[in-house]
């Protein structure tokens, strides 16, 4: 079932809508309930395989669903429409103005709508894809205030990464901060690349959410095992490479592998005069997770992040 939750109107008599789809047993609201949130940010494309996904699956099975399923593909429906990362004629960030207000403008309010039609969950996920810059091997970033309720819960995601901070992702002005604040747990999940869908990532969170939902008693079919995820709660442990020139980058590694020291990343190039600027290598043994994709460095560019660990067994 198909619903609208909050509209406004637009110029030239248009109309913004912000829709959900619902599906439950026999179409009551009965159960747990799990909601599912994406295209916060309209350039984040890899939700929305994930929402298809999670939908064909339930109506491919409907006999096993026994809570509630609500999948929201598009909260910021002018920027995915338009593959913005704001909203447009607004300059402004969505997820930075949660908890919004019914009585403020047009994109306070939705805000507000928002935060109201999603109080109730036993647990969102919210999720959301690097920019056009950066892959993002599939993690969960935890707020550290949220650590407790959360990470058992993230554990059960299929994510290879949980990254417990107090960073820009989990700051107040956020969907999740929003609701975590107001009882409704919130998992935040970065993954892929801006722009893009990446099957095998979005595969990879549709396992985890079905057993999800297999946990909290929402779905009775049978479900993947999951992948058991590096938690790290110590933002030393997070080492942060930024580009020392400006120039060409070119990576000589990919996300998702174990490097050790002076492993080398990539290099800054310069194509007018055929020199290197820079060897990017690996400051310390860990596991390269995010990796630049977009070639173009100016001085201070992240090019990459590492997590501080040793390689497991097995991997």
Same mark, same amino acid.
């Given at each position: 079932?198909?619903?609208?939750?909050?509209?406004?109107?637009?110029?030239?008599?248009?109309?913004?809508?912000?829709?959900?789809?619902?599906?439950?047993?026999?179409?009551?609201?009965?159960?747990?309930?799990?909601?599912?949130?994406?295209?916060?940010?309209?350039?984040?494309?890899?939700?929305?395989?994930?929402?298809?996904?999670?939908?064909?699956?339930i109506k491919e099975h409907p006999e096993y669903l026994t809570g509630t399923v609500?999948?929201?593909?598009?909260?910021?429906?002018?920027?995915?429409?338009?593959? *913005?990362?704001?909203?447009?004629?607004?300059?402004?960030?969505?997820? %930075?103005?949660? &908890?919004?207000?019914?009585?403020?403008?047009? +994109?306070?309010?939705?805000?507000?709508?928002?935060?109201?039609?999603?109080?109730?969950?036993?647990?969102?996920?919210?999720?959301?894809?690097?920019?056009?810059?950066?892959?993002?091997?599939?993690?969960?970033?935890?707020?550290?205030? #949220?650590?407790?309720?959360?990470v058992p819960l993230a554990k059960e995601a299929n994510v290879d990464f949980v990254?417990?901070?107090?960073?820009? +992702?989990?700051?107040?002005? *956020?969907?999740?901060?929003?609701? #975590?604040? %107001?009882?409704?747990? +919130?998992?935040?999940?970065?993954?892929?690349?801006?722009?893009?869908?990446?099957?095998?990532?979005?595969?990879q969170l549709v396992e985890g959410i079905f057993n999800l939902m297999k946990k909290?008693?929402?779905?009775?079919?049978? *479900?993947?095992?999951?992948?058991?995820?590096?938690?790290?709660?110590?933002?030393?442990?997070?080492?942060?490479?930024?580009?020392?020139?400006?120039?060409?980058?070119?990576?000589?590694?990919?996300?998702?592998?174990?490097?050790?020291?002076?492993?080398?990343?990539?290099?800054?190039?310069?194509?007018?005069?055929?020199?290197?600027?820079?060897?990017?290598?690996? &400051?310390?043994?860990?596991?390269?997770? *995010?990796? %630049?994709?977009?070639?173009?460095?100016?001085?201070?560019?992240?090019?990459? %992040?590492?997590?501080?660990?040793?390689?497991?067994?097995?991997?």
């Amino acid at each position: 079932m198909v619903e609208t939750i909050a509209s406004a109107g637009l110029p030239v008599d248009e109309k913004l809508e912000i829709k959900k789809s619902r599906f439950s047993p026999e179409g009551k609201n009965c159960g747990k309930r799990i909601s599912i949130v994406t295209g916060i940010h309209g350039d984040e494309l890899e939700g929305q395989y994930v929402c298809y996904e999670v939908a064909r699956r339930i109506k491919e099975h409907p006999e096993y669903l026994t809570g509630t399923v609500d999948i929201y593909p598009a909260m910021n429906p002018l920027g995915i429409d338009s593959i *913005t990362r704001g909203i447009p004629a607004f300059d402004l960030d969505m997820n %930075r103005i949660f &908890p919004g207000s019914r009585d403020g403008a047009m +994109t306070e309010y939705l805000a507000a709508e928002i935060i109201r039609e999603l109080m109730g969950s036993d647990l969102c996920v919210d999720i959301h894809a690097s920019n056009i810059y950066l892959t993002e091997l599939p993690q969960i970033r935890i707020n550290e205030l #949220n650590e407790k309720e959360l990470v058992p819960l993230a554990k059960e995601a299929n994510v290879d990464f949980v990254w417990v901070h107090g960073a820009s +992702t989990v700051l107040e002005s *956020t969907l999740a901060y929003s609701l #975590n604040s %107001r009882g409704v747990p +919130t998992l935040v999940v970065e993954m892929g690349v801006g722009m893009r869908i990446t099957r095998s990532i979005g595969d990879q969170l549709v396992e985890g959410i079905f057993n999800l939902m297999k946990k909290l008693d929402i779905w009775s079919g049978e *479900t993947m095992p999951v992948r058991e995820p590096i938690v790290s709660s110590d933002s030393d442990e997070v080492l942060f490479l930024n580009a020392a020139r400006s120039g060409i980058f070119v990576k000589e590694a990919e996300h998702n592998t174990y490097l050790k020291k002076g492993d080398s990343v990539g290099k800054v190039i310069d194509p007018l005069t055929g020199t290197i600027l820079e060897d990017v290598v690996s &400051p310390e043994d860990g596991l390269l997770f *995010t990796i %630049r994709e977009y070639p173009v460095v100016d001085e201070g560019s992240l090019m990459a %992040r590492i997590l501080k660990i040793q390689e497991r067994q097995g991997e």
